[in-house]
C-alpha cells in the first residue's frame, strides 16, 4: 500500500498571543490631561451663567491649540463649581446650587408695551374712583340658611324662580293691563345685563386697539 504524506495541520494563535507577536497593533492608553488648570492671568467665572472668559492670549489658531485651551476653560469652569456651590446628593444624581449671575444677559424680545387703557379705566382714573374690594364669591342666603354663589348656577341672583308663589306688581298690572310673569322678566334681565356688558367689552376692545394702533 502506498505511503501518503500528510502536512502539518495549521496551528491555533490567540489574539493574546498574536497583540504579543505584534506590538505595534496594540492601542495604547491614553495619558491623563492634568486637573490642575494654571494660567498666566488667572481666570474670572461667572458660575450663574455658566460662563468663564478667559483673557489669556491664544498662541494660534491651529485645531489642537484651540482644543486644548478649550479644555483647560472647562476643566477650570468644573473645578470652580465643585469647590463653591453647594453640592446636593440624591437619588437622581448630583445637584449643583448655582449662585445669582452677576452679568446681565440681554432680553431675547423686547420690552412688552405697556397695556392701552380701556375707556373705563381712563375715566376712573380721571374722577378718581377706585376699584372695589372684592368680597368673595359667595354670600349668605338668609331664607335657606346657606352660602350661596352670587351669580352663576344655583345663584343668588336667581332667587325666586323657582318660587311656586309669586307676588304680582299692582301697579304694573293697573298701567298694562296684565299681571306679567315676574320669573319671566327677571331672567330677561339678566340676560339683556350680559349681552349690554359684552357690547360694552367689545367697544373697549376696538378702542384699545385704535388707540394702540
Known amino acids: 500500500m502506498p505511503e501518503v504524506e500528510m502536512e502539518d495541520a495549521p496551528s491555533t494563535v490567540s489574539p493574546s498571543d498574536q497583540l504579543a507577536e505584534n506590538p505595534s497593533n496594540h492601542t495604547p492608553t491614553p495619558t491623563p490631561l492634568p486637573v490642575t488648570v494654571s494660567k498666566p492671568i488667572p481666570h474670572t467665572y461667572d458660575l450663574g451663567n455658566l460662563r468663564l472668559p478667559d483673557a489669556n492670549p491664544i498662541p494660534d489658531n491651529s485645531p489642537a491649540t484651540l482644543a486644548s485651551t478649550a479644555r483647560e476653560c472647562a476643566q477650570s469652569l468644573v473645578n470652580q463649581l465643585l469647590t463653591v456651590c453647594t453640592v446636593t446628593y440624591t437619588d437622581s444624581g448630583v445637584h449643583l446650587t448655582l449662585p445669582a449671575p452677576p452679568t446681565p444677559l440681554p432680553r431675547e424680545k423686547p420690552v412688552p408695551k405697556e397695556k392701552e387703557k380701556t375707556k373705563w379705566e381712563r375715566f376712573a382714573a380721571k374722577k378718581g374712583i377706585k376699584a372695589k374690594k372684592k368680597d368673595g364669591k359667595l354670600v349668605y342666603n338668609e331664607t335657606s340658611g346657606e352660602w350661596v354663589p352670587k351669580y352663576g348656577y344655583k345663584g343668588n341672583n336667581k332667587a325666586g324662580d323657582n318660587d311656586w308663589l309669586v307676588e304680582v ?18 331672567r330677561t334681565e339678566r340676560k339683556e ?3 349690554r356688558q359684552e357690547r360694552r367689552q367689545r367697544a373697549n376692545e376696538r378702542n384699545s386697539s385704535k388707540g394702540a394702533g
Open 169 to 186: 306688581d299692582a301697579e304694573k298690572e293697573k298701567h298694562t293691563g296684565e299681571a306679567g310673569d315676574v320669573r319671566r322678566e327677571k
Open 193 to 195: 345685563k350680559v349681552r
